[in-house]
């Protein structure tokens, strides 16, 4: 597949034990229907705490989980699985740039970089010979979120860039990371 675009719309919010559950539901020619949800209401984390999930009829379940802020999981601390298989996340938060700032991803033997690209509301998850953009058209509560890809992907790549649209990736940039440094401070200032 190569130059491909698909867009997820945002649908009804449902209730749950922890809140409202926001929905986006959308096709991908060739892998069928996906939909990205968070807060997920499947699990027994404790209550600080907030999934995002990416499930579809071709798609695996991507799962991220993190402690909670403004309704999404930090990236601090976080954990990405695939099919319940856990992936090896590694970002360094000091280095300037959004590439060096980036996060790198580790799984089923795949090596990932995601990025900030043109502002808090667009993103690109690549590897060798495949890269997926995001983009949400708000970036607080977004009606759609639309991405293309180039490449080799398939559904493990949409998968995973879709998912991290649910997470809070403000400080994958440095005027962001300024932005979100109180926040960090205190949840580390918690766990004293």
């Known amino acids: 597949m190569g130059g491909v675009t698909f867009e997820l719309q945002r649908a009804t919010s449902t209730r749950g034990p922890r809140g409202d559950v926001y929905l986006w539901v959308g096709h991908v020619d060739g892998l069928g229907r996906i939909e990205l949800a968070f807060p997920t209401e499947h699990s027994d984390y404790p209550s600080e705490y907030c999934e995002v999930a990416v499930s ?6 991507v799962t991220y989980l993190g402690l909670r802020y403004l ?44 990025a900030e ?11 060798p010979g495949a890269s997926v953009s995001m983009a ?45 440094l109180p926040g960090r401070f205190l949840n580390r200032f918690n766990d004293l």
């Open 56 to 61: 579809g009829e071709n798609f695996p379940l």
């Open 71 to 114: 309704r999404r999981p930090l990236l601090a601390r976080g954990e990405l699985r695939v099919d319940w298989d856990p992936a090896d996340l590694s970002r360094n938060v000091w280095w300037p740039g959004k590439n060096g700032r980036a996060l790198r991803i580790g799984v089923k033997g795949r090596t990932y970089t995601y």
């Open 117 to 127: 690209r043109h502002g808090k509301r667009s993103h690109t998850l690549g590897r």
């Open 136 to 180: 949400r058209s708000s970036w607080r509560n977004p009606s759609t979120i639309s991405g293309s890809w180039i490449g080799e992907v398939d559904a493990l790549d949409i998968g995973v860039a879709l998912v991290l649209e649910g997470v809070y990736t403000r400080n994958l940039s440095l005027p962001g990371a300024m932005i979100s």
